[in-house]
């Protein structure tokens, strides 16, 4: 069981250029997450989805899309890159349940982006 | 704005030594969890914490969760090398969470 796959693994882009990040998960799971960490920051939500077709912004937005065609894969997208864009990228996956206790989120590896 | 403050920021200490872990909220979650990330991987849920007061126990881990559910600690009871790694509380609120900046915990052999 594959779980959460996320790709590129690393990648380094020059300033302006544009990317888009791949998240694919197994677990038919309806809610979909994209995480930027930094040193010292932890993790910071960029977009979510609660379902396929739907998107909403999280904490820091801004310089991002994303897209869930699919139920199983959310694109994370950089039109413009920024070196503040620099950052270790994960993806998250969870099934929404009434049982608190049972409210996991399963990451990916995350992605390493460098952006010049 | 980090609604979770965790402390310390880093922790190094030697095998069969323990360690403590604080997390500290400036709002009520509904739960809390804590993660643990090694190099190179996401985050890993090691527990989650619902009623205040609630203990629980995972091998040599003991997690609390205050009464008032705003904080939370995390014990390691002799720390042994398998335990170095980044460890992260996370208040959830409905389907999202919001993380501290995690504790960077480095057990010595």
């Known amino acids: 069981n594959a779980g959460v796959t996320q790709t590129p693994k690393f990648r380094v882009l020059k300033t302006g250029q544009s990317m888009t990040l791949l998240c694919a998960q197994d677990?038919?799971?309806?809610?979909m997450y994209w995480y930027r960490q930094d040193p010292g920051m932890g993790l910071r939500l960029i977009h979510y989805?609660?379902?396929?077709?739907?998107?909403a912004k999280g904490e820091v937005p801004d310089g991002y899309n994303v897209s869930r065609l699919k139920k199983q894969n959310f694109l994370l997208g950089l039109e413009s890159a920024a070196p503040s864009q620099t950052s270790v990228y994960f993806c998250?996956?969870?099934?929404?349940?009434?049982?608190?206790?049972?409210?996991?989120?399963?990451f990916g590896a995350g992605t390493r982006l460098s952006v010049l | 704005t980090q609604l979770l403050e965790q402390s310390p920021q880093f922790l190094s200490i030697q095998e069969g030594e323990n360690l403590t872990v604080y997390c500290n909220s400036s709002?009520?979650?509904?739960?809390l969890q804590w993660y643990r990330q090694e190099p190179g991987e996401g985050p890993v849920l090691l527990v989650t914490?619902?009623?205040?007061?609630e203990v629980k126990k995972l091998k040599r881990l003991t997690f609390q969760f205050g009464d008032a559910r705003k904080d939370s600690s995390l014990h390691i009871t002799a720390a042994q090398p398998g335990d170095t790694g980044l460890y992260l509380c996370?208040?959830?609120?409905?389907?999202?969470?919001?993380f501290g900046a995690g504790t960077t915990v480095t057990v010595r052999a």
């Open positions: 914490v619902v009623t205040g007061g």
């Open positions: 996370a208040g959830v609120d409905d389907y999202k969470l919001s």
């Open positions: 989805s609660v379902g396929e077709g739907t998107t």
């Open positions: 677990m038919n799971h309806e809610y």
């Open positions: 998250a996956s969870s099934y929404p349940g009434r049982n608190l206790a049972k409210n996991i989120q399963y």
């Open positions: 709002s009520v979650f509904s739960s």
